[in-house]
Each structure stands twice: as structure tokens, then as C-alpha cells.
């Protein structure tokens, strides 16, 4: 599903539990340890949720939760601090959910899905022109006929049409799809993209974004 998660957590164990699950779940985790290094990546990028700790080293949570709210970003505090007071505060300075520690690897999972479904994020099917992406079947239909995509060729075009109308550079697709860093080397994921307009019929939606990467334009 590739939706961004940003994970803002001191504890080095918690912070990389909560990555390693969600991650397995098939979201896009990226990790700050203190509250200054999470603002940084907040800024740095877009992101379709955010989990935060309170208690935090160089900006504390209660702050970075004040500036992320005019963002629309929506935010799941994840904190040891579980006294009612506490998760009333939080809930009302704008958070859209409040987790205490220690948590159920089930109860975390199943918050994140209820944040998202509810912001309107977590989108199953996906479409673009006559066709159709429905990603928890991994099926991709044209004019209601199946057409047989690679695992690659799926998760690139799950990938640009999950941001349509964004253009995506060429080192964050590849290290998000293939899972290693980028050197540089573009044909491998621009043959890629060539097959995915061939197979689809989207030469005119897929636009290469020049010293960039690509987007998936839609025509309104």
C-alpha cells in the first residue's frame, strides 16, 4: 500500500518494534529517535500519519503535535503517559488517537488502519482512466479485463497511483520498490514503467517529470 509513516520515538527498542510491524503490514516506515530530527523529517516530506511519543529528547511531543495539527496530518500519540488527563489532553490538542504503552502488536495495527479509513487514506481500490487497481487483491483490470503485471511492475503502479498528480523522483520509487539504496542507474525502473504504460494504455497519464521521476497525471 506504500502509505508514509513517520515514527517519532526516543526508545531505540519501541521505535524499531513498531517499524518492524509496520512494515510487515506493508507501510513505508521512516524513524526520528528525538523530537528536533522528527520536526526535520515532518518538513522534509509528505506523510499520511504520524505516531508520536510524548516524552521526547530536544522537542517534546505535546509541542510537535501542536505543529503538525494545522498540517491535516493526522496523528496517533503512542506514550507510557496512560492517565486519563493525559490522553484527554492529548485527544483534544488534535490528536486523532491515543495508544499507551505497552500495546498489543494487534491493537497497534488495527489503530493505524482506523486512522487511516477514517482521514480517507486507506483506499483499497485505485483508478485511473478504465483502469481499475484493487490492492488488497493485487489485480489490476482494464476495461474490466485482468492484466497480468509483475510484482514490480504492481508496486510501482500501486506506487504513482496512490499519488496522482504528484511527481515522484526516480531515487525514492526504486528504493521504495525494490528495498535497496539507489545508485543512480534509471533503467531498470524506467524499462518498468515503459511496460506498465504498454500493458495499460497510459502513455498519456504516466508523464515523465524531467530531472525528476514520474507522475501519474488525472484528467479532470
Known sequence: MWLKILIIEDNDDIRNLIKEILLNEGYNCITASNGKEGLELFDSDKWDL???D?????????????????????????????QPDERINGLKRGADDYLSKPFQIGELVARV??????CGKLVKKYTVNDVVVDVEAHLVTKAGN??????????????????KNAALKRSYMYET?????YQGDTRTLDNHIQRIRKK?????????VFRIGYKLEERQ
Open 50 to 52: 504520524v505516531l508520536l
Open 54 to 82: 510524548l516524552m521526547l529528547p530536544e522537542i517534546d511531543g505535546y509541542n510537535i503535535l501542536d505543529y503538525i495539527i494545522p498540517s491535516k496530518v493526522p496523528v496517533i500519540i503512542i506514550s507510557a503517559l496512560g
Open 200 to 208: 495499460l494504455g497510459l502513455e498519456d497519464y504516466i508523464k515523465t
Open 113 to 118: 488502519e482506523t486512522v487511516l479509513r477514517r
Open 146 to 163: 485482468v492484466i497480468e503485471l509483475t510484482n514490480k511492475e504492481f508496486e510501482l503502479l500501486s506506487l504513482l497511483i496512490r499519488n
Open 177 to 181: 520498490v525494490w528495498e535497496t539504496d
